[in-house]
């Protein structure tokens, strides 16, 4: 085990020495504990300041399975929000005989025919945002493939505070509630100003109005900045000990152990997880599955699932080894691209396997 773990550290040590990320945290684990916890590098390659296992990363879309897909799966099992229900009896702008089938199950799988952003600038208003969501061309028939789509997430998001009545925050925060507690496993909606400081900073894409700044405790996506700081696709905050006590959460659930309240149930998480029947997709309910070019290296077993985010987060879940790893950097503050990052995640998995 300890030449497993040196040879991932390495990996990790290679990726910052490469620019690839000035910071990350890891937790790789089985469902009763952690195996490993680490932190590695600094701030930023201009900010000496070391990162901790106390350091918050900005989640991205690790939103979608961790908040949104939980959210909408509690408000099922409470019986407010059936998985078959179309979007357009929630979301009445969502209308046309090109869209009339979509249903939740559709957005949560990724097959809604949305594409994955929106052509113009954002809007600024949630009102705009269903206009322009539910007004645009789809890309495809409904339910006939798979596309990853920030929109139909933040439309998801719309439909769980329609019937949930209360903002997707609000519940969001009240969903981790209910996950076990432990020092510093901070899973977070909003950074709080006495975290800030310690939060990973990451910085503003070109399109992005806040272009030319740090943002520290602000969220990376434009859209969800837009939508108030936190949304259906992205705004969640968190440590690697807060992703990894919420991966024991599933993990212990998705192998039909000791299971947590809704929507940590058994039936919840292994419904959640199954692919879906979509022709050509790995999709499943907010997650991934394993595919040989997954992020998640080649070395998983076909059970597992997961998701990453876009400044260089990642959860992967293997309930037939009884694993989870949890990968958090700050890619997007000066550092490298999407396809390293992809090159890293695939190389850290590859290495952990065994553990």
């Not at 009884?322 to 290495?351: K, P």
Request: aromatic fraction near 6%.
């Amino acid at each position: 085990m300890i030449e497993t773990i040196e040879l991932a550290r390495r990996t990790i040590a290679s990726a910052i020495d490469s620019r690839v990320f000035p910071a990350a945290t890891l937790e790789v684990g089985r469902s009763a504990a952690p195996i490993w916890q680490d932190a590695l590098g600094t701030a930023g390659f201009d900010d000496p300041t070391p990162v901790s296992l106390e350091t918050p990363f900005d989640l991205a879309s690790l939103t979608k399975p961790i908040a949104t897909t939980s959210v909408a799966l509690k408000l099922e099992t409470e019986r407010r929000l059936a998985l078959d229900t179309p979007v357009s009896s929630i979301i009445p702008e969502w209308s046309g005989a090109d869209r009339v089938m979509v249903t939740v199950r559709h957005l949560l799988e990724h097959s809604s025919g949305l594409s994955a952003r929106l052509i113009d600038h954002p809007p600024r208003q949630r009102r705009a945002f269903i206009h322009d969501i539910c007004s645009m061309a789809l890309e495809y028939a409904p339910g006939t493939r798979s596309i990853y789509s920030d929109l139909g997430f933040i439309l998801l998001g719309f439909c769980c505070e329609e019937r949930g009545q209360a903002t997707l925050a609000t519940q969001t925060r009240s969903l981790l509630d209910l996950l076990p507690t432990a020092p510093h496993a901070e899973l977070l909606v909003a950074v709080p100003p006495d975290a800030r400081a310690r939060t990973a900073p990451t910085r503003p894409l070109a399109e992005d109005d806040r272009r030319g700044r740090r943002l520290t405790g602000e969220v990376h996506d434009n859209y969800a900045a837009a939508l108030g700081g936190f949304a259906g696709h992205a705004g969640l905050f968190g440590t690697a000990r807060g992703v990894g006590q919420f991966a024991r959460t599933v993990l212990a659930a998705a192998r039909g152990g000791s299971a947590g309240p809704s929507p940590f149930t058994t039936d919840c998480v292994q419904r959640s997880i199954a692919k879906s029947a979509v022709p050509g997709s790995s999709r499943a309910m907010g997650w991934d599955t394993m595919l040989p070019t997954s992020s998640c290296g080649s070395r998983l077993t076909s059970s597992a699932f997961g998701h990453v985010g876009f400044t260089g987060t990642s959860l992967w879940i293997d309930p037939v080894l009884d694993r989870y790893f949890v990968l958090l950097s700050n890619r997007v503050y000066d550092a490298g691209t999407s396809d390293e990052m992809q090159q890293i995640r695939r190389a850290f998995h590859d290495a952990l396997a065994a553990i």
